[in-house]
């Protein structure tokens, strides 16, 4: 049956976001087959099937954790030339990319990255993808044989689950995973200590940007972010100059975030920056310039000093949380 | 060690960037055109393996004839030699066409380690790297903000959302690096005048056996439609007079964030 795979990634059992998202996506298009790779992956089948997967392979071989793309590109690349899907959707993130990347020069497939929409035209399949900051978008369409690869962003659609889901019907694969060929191989995890909700799922971003003055100055931002229980962002010149680590990142080469609330704190708004942040609900910007192209986007625009501001903001938020 | 570093150039990304509404590609004439700044982060990361171990920087770029300039700008800081790819029958590629022409212009040399930039600041598919990797059968190290190589491995540590996982290979490998890996020298003069004299090698598809297998008689995908996105509507915009914290807590409250 020809359809659609989703490369489902997975961890200790639980799928990831953009895993949901690919296959709410991916189930309007047409029959989904997910693939969940490594230690968990059949606790994670039932998530899968509630999004609308009819079919999850599993396979639960260590390597998939702990071998970057190599085993899931042999793996990916069995199925589809058992199974003859027509499209293959992965998330753009970072083994997402390096998987099907990999996947397509073994194929010859087209590739398709950034996406954020896919639809069906003319028999064939149709992609966004926003260029420029996303000031344009580009329909882009696949020249070569089936399947086509797509690397949709995370966050581009919102995970729901499926009305009509069933019990997952799952298939556990146990080929062994080739072991003869020269590969990247995980030693070990660092997790940097992180406080709060995670940027991707918090409702409030509280984010900082140049402006700020001095890697210190993130201090008040996390003092606000305690008192609103948001994460705490960040502008790429920030990044840039050590003040944050990539992690915080907003915008085009950073994460793409859809709270409720994005407070902006001397961020200017350039289009790499906004691409990443303007599918909030609302937007606060507070910036000395009057001219700064945030305003164009926010719905409360101050034009003031973040210095003087921001631990004012601190104390009236918290006069009123006392109330 | 010998490493070869693939550079890429392209449209200055400090000007606004342009579509041609007919072809529907990047504009790339009467813009000025630059060694990407991903790519100077690799460039570096070579160098100073070779610094420390010796050996040569190659560096390779694809692209027109005008592409010499970034391969120039890679030989000023330092790299020792230049491959460009050129030809008129490479124009339109995509990512695997191009990875393609990158392995079959090295075919036949080795190297120990070949490093690209994590994704190219304009087309910024990331696609190039794995795909290399794939068609000459290395590993990926991906996304690496620190490299260190020794012992006939390499070892990254490759960033994640959380921090980063400590990840190693064996020789030869692929690695990508990020901004965040080192601080890219600056040309000395002395290296502006020195690069003139480095050897550049060009080769076209004849030469490396790709004749009507690449750019656009291999193209996997066409772009079809180009629209302007709906902005987003402005809303208030107040001057700060003492009250502009109060302002925003209000709305906070009004929100229900408080
Ligand atoms: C806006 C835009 C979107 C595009 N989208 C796609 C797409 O989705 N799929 C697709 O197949 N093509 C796409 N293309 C075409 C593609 O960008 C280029 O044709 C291709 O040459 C390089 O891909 P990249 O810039 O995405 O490189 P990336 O894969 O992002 O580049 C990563 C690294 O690979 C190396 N590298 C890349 N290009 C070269 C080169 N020419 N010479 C030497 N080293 C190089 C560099 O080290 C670079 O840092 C797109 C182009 C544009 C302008
Ligand atoms: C290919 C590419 C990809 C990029 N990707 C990203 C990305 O993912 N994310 C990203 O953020 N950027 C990205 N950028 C960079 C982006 O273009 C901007 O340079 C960057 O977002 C600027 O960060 P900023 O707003 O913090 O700094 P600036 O642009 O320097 O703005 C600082 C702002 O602070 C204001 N300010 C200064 N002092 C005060 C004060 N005391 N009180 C209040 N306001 C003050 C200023 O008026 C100014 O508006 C990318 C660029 C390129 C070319």
Redesign the interface.
């Known amino acids: 049956m020809p359809g659609i795979f989703v490369f489902a990634e997975t961890s200790d059992g639980t799928p990831s976001p953009v895993a949901l998202e690919l296959l709410t996506k991916a189930r309007a298009l047409g029959p989904t087959t997910a693939i969940a790779l490594g230690p968990g992956a059949a606790k994670a089948a039932e998530a899968l099937a509630r999004h609308g997967a009819r079919k999850v392979y599993v396979h639960e071989d260590v390597a998939f954790r702990d071998i970057l793309a190599s085993p899931a590109v042999d793996l990916l690349a069995r199925q589809i030339d058992k199974d003859q899907p027509e499209l293959v959707l992965f998330g753009m993130t970072y083994d997402g990319r390096d998987v099907a990347a990999r996947l397509s020069a073994r194929l010859g497939t087209a590739l398709i990255a950034n996406a954020t929409d896919i639809a069906r035209r003319d028999g064939s399949w149709a992609v966004t993808t926003p260029m420029f900051g996303g000031s344009l978008l580009v329909t882009t369409v696949p020249m070569a044989k089936a399947p086509t690869l797509v690397l949709l962003r995370p966050k581009a659609v919102a995970a729901q689950p499926a009305e009509d889901a069933s019990a997952p019907q799952v298939e556990t694969l146990s080929d062994p995973v080739d072991s003869s060929k020269p590969v990247a191989r995980v030693l070990r995890r660092e997790k940097e200590k992180a406080s709060g909700p995670k940027l991707e799922d918090a409702a409030v971003i509280v984010s900082g940007g140049r402006g700020l003055g001095a890697p210190e100055n993130f201090k008040m931002l996390d003092e606000l972010a305690a008192e609103l229980g948001a994460a705490v962002g960040a502008s790429r010149a920030v990044v840039d100059a050590g003040w944050k680590p990539y992690a915080f990142q907003i915008g085009q080469t950073g994460k793409t975030v859809k709270p409720t609330v994005y407070i902006a704190l001397g961020i200017s708004g350039a289009m790499q920056h906004t691409v990443g942040m303007k599918g909030a609900k609302t937007i606060i910007a507070i910036n000395k310039d009057r001219e700064a192209p945030i305003f164009k986007l926010a719905d409360l625009g101050v034009v003031g000093d973040v210095h003087k501001i921001v631990p004012q903001l601190i104390q009236e938020v918290r006069s009123r949380k006392g109330k | 060690m010998n490493v070869l570093v693939c550079v890429k150039q392209i449209p200055d990304p400090n000007a606004?960037?342009k579509?041609d509404p007919q072809t529907?590609r990047l504009v790339r004439e009467g813009v000025d055109l630059v060694l990407d700044p991903g790519d100077e982060h690799g460039v570096e990361a070579g160098l100073q393996l070779v610094e420390k171990d010796g050996g040569e920087v190659t560096v390779i770029s694809m692209g027109p004839p005008k592409a010499l300039e970034a391969i120039r700008r890679a030989l000023a800081m330092g790299a020792h030699r230049g491959i460009l790819i050129t030809d008129p029958g490479l124009e339109n590629s995509?990512?695997?066409s191009t990875?393609r022409a990158i392995a079959a212009a090295i075919k036949g040399q080795s190297y120990e380690i070949i490093i690209c930039g994590t994704?190219s600041t304009d087309g910024?598919?990331?696609?190039?790297?794995?795909?290399?990797?794939?068609?000459l059968?290395?590993?990926?190290?991906?996304?690496a903000?620190k490299l260190e190589v020794g012992d006939g491995k390499a070892?990254i540590?490759?960033?994640?959302?959380?921090?980063?996982?400590?990840?190693?290979?064996?020789l030869p490998?692929l690695v990508t690096v990020?901004?965040?890996i080192n601080e890219a020298r600056y040309p000395a003069l002395r290296g502006i005048m020195q690069a003139k004299n480095k050897e550049v090698k060009q080769v076209g598809l004849k030469e490396i056996g790709l004749e009507g297998q690449a750019g656009k008689a291999a193209?996997?995908?066409?772009?079809?439609?180009?629209?302007?996105?709906e902005?987003?509507?402005?809303?208030?915009?107040?001057?700060?007079k003492g009250e502009?914290?109060?302002?925003?807590?209000e709305?906070?409250?009004e929100?229900k964030?408080?």
Request: charged share 25%; no cysteine; glycine share 10%.
């Open positions: 606004p960037g579509l529907k995509d990512a695997i990875a994704e910024s598919s990331g696609a190039v790297p794995a795909q290399l990797a794939e068609l059968g290395l590993p990926l190290l991906s996304f903000k070892v540590d490759r960033q994640t959302d959380e921090g980063y996982d400590v990840v190693e290979a064996p490998t990020t901004g965040g193209l996997t995908q066409e772009v079809i439609e180009a629209a302007p996105a902005p987003r509507k402005a809303g208030e915009v107040i001057d700060d502009g914290a109060k302002r925003v807590a709305f906070l409250k929100l964030v408080i």
